[in-house]
């Protein structure tokens, strides 16, 4: 199966640590997202891939997050001096180029729990 | 600004009764719609999209959702449900330039024996 892969699935950590989360997408896909889903909510969108260039961020990505998709292909996000406010899953999702680039395809999550 | 609506936080039905789920979004140009299904603790899953053309549009595990202009609706259908059904139902509207999609709260779905 080639679908959207992400690591970990879940993660607990203590309020001030560093984490990073990897997200794997669709091998043919260019495109790839970040969004945050709280309990109750909608995913949210953080941030935006086009091959390795970030083209936009939302405001919810504070100076403490920060996403990189070195090579075009997988992506990190890192979020420093957690908070308990950070508790969230996780979400990636990507897309192909061209008529299909609206359709985004979601990985499993990367459940964080700050304690 | 483009915002997506899901008036029902949560709906119960019994197991073979028809299903409706309501979406409503606000947005400037054609939109283009969605709707996911969420398992517990699971990511999402695209069940149908409506781009432009026919606005009743066919998805998979047998849902259609139909896309009324007037109403600025997209609402999900299912003529029997199964209860492998129950699940979180998210619609979301494709944020044009800004490549986002822009989700509702939620319709979390409890299927009755």
Redesign the interface.
Known sequence: DTGVSQDPRHKITKRGQNVTFRCDPISEHNRLYWYRQTLGQGPEFLTYFQNEAQLEKSRLLSDRFSAERPKGSFSTLEIQRTEQGDSAMYLCASSSRGGASYEQYFGPGTRLTVT | AQS?TQPDIHITVSEGASLELRCNYSYGATP?L?W?VQSP??????LL?Y?SGDTLVQGIKGFEAEFKRSQSSFNLRKPSVHWSDAAEY?C?V??GA?????????TLLAVQP
């Open positions: 997506v283009y969605f996911y603790g699971q990511g999402l899953q695209l999209k781009f998210f979301a494709y944020g800004t490549n986002k999609l822009i989700f509702g709260t939620g």
